[in-house]
Each structure stands twice: as C-alpha cells, then as structure tokens.
C-alpha cells in the first residue's frame, strides 16, 4: 500500500533537481550582486549617460567621494555625474520654497500699488468733479494741474524721488494765477492771462501772500506722511524681491556639493537606491550648505517687522484712505478762503507785483455766491446753469468710477479695501518669519528622510545618526562634521549689508515705528464695527455723525441705486459730499433747527428698528 502512495524516485530525476536548485541559488547571487537597480535610478533621474553605469559591481580605486572598501556600482565618471546632479536638484528645491514667498511678495506689491492707483484715480476724479460742477470757469484751465498733481503723487508711490510738500505746492502755485483772474477778479482774466510775467509773479508770490490760507501746508503734511509709508512699503517689497533672487541663484560651494552628493547617491553606490539619509545628518548637510544663506535670518527678522509696522502706518484706521478723500476737502477750503479774502488779497498782489490789476466796483456784484461754510458752496439753480456746467457722457465716463462708495469699509459687493488687504498680508507675512533660518529643515522635510528603522548615514547603513548636530549660521558651522564651510558667499553677503541699510534707513525714516503694536491694531480677526456680512442696518457703511453720505452721478447714486424723485430731470450733477480731514464743521448744523431735524430723524430710525 505504501509504494502505491510514495513511488519510488528515480536516481537521475534526483540530479536534475539538485541542478536546478543550484542554478536558482546562482541566479539570485548574481541579481544580488549587480547594478540593474543602479543603472535604473540613474536612468530616472537623467544622472547621465547609462553606458557608465557596469554591470556588475566591482572596485575603482579613484573613488573621491563614494569611497568603499568592498565591490561598487560606482566610478570617477558617475561621481561628476552625481554631483552635477544633485547640485541641480538642491537648487530646484531651494528655488521652490523661495518661489513661493517671491510670489506672495510680488502678488502683494501689485496689489498694493493697484489699490494706491484706484485710490488716486478715485481722489483725482472727486476733485474734478468738484472744479466742473462748483467752479467751472476755471476747471478747464485747472485739470490739467490736477492731472500732474496725482501724476506725480504716482510716481512717488511707485519710488520716484520726488518731494510730495514741492508737488502740492507747486499745484497750488499753478492754480492761484487761474483762481486770481477766474474768481477774485473774474473781470480781468482776458489782460492778465495774455501777460506770463503777471502769471509769474503770481506764481512765485503765492507762499509769502497766502491766499489759500494754512489749506496747502494741512494737505501737504497730512499726504506726505501717509504716502510715504506706502512709499517705503512699495521700497521695502522690491528690496525683499531681491534678496529672494539672490537666494535662489546663490552658488553651492564644493565641499556642499560633495556633501550632498555623499548624503544622497553614496548609498546607490551599493545598490541602495531607496534608503533615505538619517535626519542629523541631512540637517548638518543642509545646514552647512547654507549657512551664508541663513545669516540673513537676523536681517530678515526686522525687515519683516518694519513690513508689518509699515503696513499699519499706511492702512490703520484707513490712514491712507481718508487722506486721499480729503484733498478734495482741502481745495475746496482753500478755494473758498481765496474767494472770502479777495479784496486783500488784490491788494497784496498790486503792491508786490507792480500792476495795477484792481476790477472796477461794479464787478464784485457779478461774482459767485459764496458761503463761508468749510464745505458747502451756493450751487447754481438748474434753470440758471448754462450748459458748461452739465457734465458731457466722456467725461462722466472717466468718473465711472465714482459711482460705488468709496470703499473704507468691507462690505458685500466691494473688493477687499486697503485695510482688508493688508490684514491678509500681515497674516502671510507670519509665516516667512524665519524663512531663512528654516530653509534647511524644510529641505530635509521633503523627500530626503523618512521615519524608519535604519537609515544613511553617509558611509553605510545605521539605526540612527551619531553625529554632533550643529546650528544654524556661518560661526556654528566650524563644528559641522558633514560640510567644511569656509568663509560666507560673496553675493548674500553683499545682499545682506544691503537689506541692513535699507531696514535703518526705514528707522532713521520712521523713527517710532518700534513703538507701533501691529496686531493690537489691525489684529487677524474682523475689524470691529464691519464685518463681511456687515449691513447699513449695522452701521458698517454710511450711519453715525460725520460719515460719508450717498451722491448724484449720472443719475445714480452713490450705492448704485436711482435717486428718489423724478429721474428724468436735468441739472448740474452734484459733487460727492466728503468728510474733510482736519476742516471746520459747517455752520449750517450749528442752527438749532438742524439740530432739532437730526433728532427727529434719529428717533425715527429708532421707532423704525
């Protein structure tokens, strides 16, 4: 029974068995022993040529950087070829965590520089508006004054040198000859225009008369200042686009690209091509290759203050902003305090310019109505405005603009204003705080080490790296068993004095910028009082005493709805009503009457909620 369930095995199928488990054994010696897994990886990785990768492993005395005592997949030729390659990767990586934050700096200064430019194109047609509804007979003559005037205001937030008190007073300077012959003397305008000595003499007069009272110095101090925050801002995201260049293009020294060609294709060398190097010794590496990259991080560290407390200066309370909106406030005063001191100022003129310019007592009764209010002038009635005081369809085009409310608060359908956009970039700013000094380990982060149980250790497979860990920075370096680091790049360290002497030109320029808290200010969170769901019920955009109040443009108003009434009817169009910075309230709500509607209407909203 047992022969029919066990046959008897023949002697020669016996030896062919035994052949074929040898061959077998042979077979995965040698798969074991060759370069396939090699020569596939530098395949991959576009190293360089296959052909000089061997079949098998074997020993090359000329070795410099993969040195082994037993068999290679190595030789001289694959060393050049794993240096070349692994300096290439370095400096992709590198180039990938410095692209981000170049974007984000290059994306914030478009931004900033497209909001400066709304903010004054918005100003600029507020003002013209202002001079086409209100003093039409010499707006023709004055726009283009107002057009150099923010011309330049554009430039200056762009870099240009260019003084903002020089421009402001150079505009009022060309206007005075325009406001002297069209509203003090509106009967001498046709004598004194042809004569440029008497335009001249005006213009070269007009700081020592006056005759727009303290309005151009209040405008000029109070547009200097914000502007050249944004200024500085606009400097400061040009200079940080430089040092980011100069990163991503510094040179690897050699003792770093043997270092990271030891770190990474060593192991190949052996047939390793997956193991990953321990996570010390990628840290010595990395810090070693960069240790002139990270003594920026100093620096870095009070540029980006400076960035965040430049910020606030520009964008807290809607500094910039306001000012813009109220040069229109500020040639108006300036305009109605010319045109209330005429007399004296005719007198003035006539003594220091020698000619006797004085119109005939019975012109002073054609002139304007004009009331003393600090905001408000005597529109014309719509029966008598002529046609040069309607606004045509072109013009009224460029001022399209004019037609939403001006965006101080967030609300549903603006953009983001200035203050929204730069609590976004304060809150990205955070991140690169460190960038330089974290460079190393975000290298490492990626796909050079991984949590396991052995690892590379640059001359063989370890449990865990033995080595001494050294810090960040060019002294710590003299101890970095990995990297020999010499002295620093010549091209950060030029960089780096740079970005020193821009962030104490920024202090001796803004000398209590350390005392600005940014996050007590324009913190992470909402602004308080206007949130994104923010309604006028709220009080977010147009309620309390002072606010900006909706206008007539082209039959709309200026939260894009129809003004109440018959719509049909034709008249001058109404300049938007502006909050004046730093002007004197309107006489008209110091009548008891006004006060008395105000309540009535307060209490009426009150009954309403």
């Not at 023949?10 to 042979?26: E, G, H, K, M, Q």
Request: charged share 20%; hydrophobic share 35%.
């Amino acid at each position: 029974m047992s022969r029919g369930i066990c046959p008897r095995v023949n002697s020669f199928d016996s030896v062919r068995i035994l052949a074929l488990v040898i061959f077998a054994v042979n077979a995965i010696e040698a798969d074991k022993h060759s370069c396939y897994e090699v020569r596939a990886a530098f395949q991959q990785r576009y190293i360089g040529p296959l052909h000089l990768v061997p079949e098998k492993p074997y020993k090359d005395a000329d070795l410099q950087i993969c040195k082994h005592q037993g068999p290679s997949c190595c030789n001289k030729k694959m060393e050049e070829c794993y240096q070349a390659a692994v300096k290439r990767e370095t400096l992709q990586k590198i180039e990938s965590y410095t692209y981000e934050l170049g974007n984000m700096l290059s994306s914030q200064l478009d931004a900033f520089q497209d909001m400066f430019q709304y903010l004054l194109s918005f100003s600029q047609g507020h003002l013209s508006s202002l001079l086409e509804g209100t003093y039409s007979s010499l707006s023709r003559q004055a726009l283009p004054h107002v057009n150099q005037l923010f011309s330049s205001l554009s430039l200056y937030l762009r870099g240009a040198n260019i003084s903002v008190e020089m421009t402001i007073h150079k505009f009022f300077n060309n206007i005075f000859p325009l406001v002297y012959t069209r509203l003090i003397n509106p009967g001498i305008g046709g004598s004194v225009t042809t004569s440029s000595t008497m335009g001249d003499c005006l213009r070269m007069i007009r700081q020592d008369v006056k005759p727009f009272g303290n309005y151009p110095v209040t405008m000029a101090q109070e547009l200097a200042e914000v502007l050249e925050a944004g200024r500085q801002l606009s400097l400061a995201l040009d200079k940080g686009l430089e040092v980011i260049n100069a990163t991503e293009h510094a040179n690897l020294s050699r003792d770093c690209v043997k270092g990271l060609a030891k770190m990474v294709y060593c192991s190949h060398c052996r047939g390793l091509t997956l193991i990953k190097p321990c996570a010390g010794y990628c840290l010595n590496v990395m810090r070693g290759c960069l240790a002139s990259t990270a003594e920026l991080d100093q620096p870095w560290r009070i540029y980006i203050s400076s960035l965040k407390k430049l910020t606030l200066v520009m964008a807290g309370h809607h500094s910039l902003e306001l000012a813009m909106l109220g040069v229109r406030g500020h040639v108006n005063e300036a305009l109605l305090y010319a045109q209330t001191h005429g007399p004296l100022i005719t007198a003035t003129v006539d003594k220091v310019c020698g000619l006797s310019t004085r119109e005939p007592p019975s012109m002073w009764s054609m002139r304007p109505e004009v009331t003393t209010s600090s905001t408000t002038l005597t529109s014309p009635s719509p029966s008598a405005s002529s046609s040069s005081h309607i606004l045509p369809v072109e013009r009224l085009a460029k001022f399209a603009h004019l037609q939403s409310p001006f965006p101080l608060k967030p609300s549903k359908v603006n953009n983001p204003n200035l203050r929204t956009l730069s609590r976004e970039f304060l809150g990205q700013l955070q991140r690169y705080k460190s960038f330089f000094n974290t460079l190393p380990e975000m290298l490492c982060e990626g796909e050079y080490i991984v949590d396991d149980s052995t690892c590379w250790g640059g001359n063989g497979v370890v449990e865990s790296y033995i080595g001494i860990i050294v810090r960040n920075g060019l002294h710590a370096q003299r101890q970095n068993p990995e990297v020999k680091v010499r002295s620093m790049d010549p091209t950060i360290a030029e960089f780096k004095k740079r970005l020193e002497h821009f962030n104490q030109e920024t202090q001796e320029k803004f000398p209590n910028l350390n005392e600005i808290e940014v996050w007590e200010e324009l913190g992470s969170g909402e602004e308080q009082g206007s949130t994104a769901d923010c309604d006028d019920e709220d009080g977010c955009q147009s309620s309390g005493d002072g606010d900006e109040q909706n206008y007539d443009i082209n039959g709309q108003t200026s939260d894009g709805g129809q003004p109440e009434g018959d719509n049909t009817q034709e008249g001058p169009p109404k300049p938007p009503a502006v909050k004046v910075v730093g002007g004197s309230p309107p006489t008209s709500w110091q009548q008891p009457w006004c006060l008395a509607l105000l309540f009535a209407e307060l209490f009426l909203k009150w009954l309403l909620i």
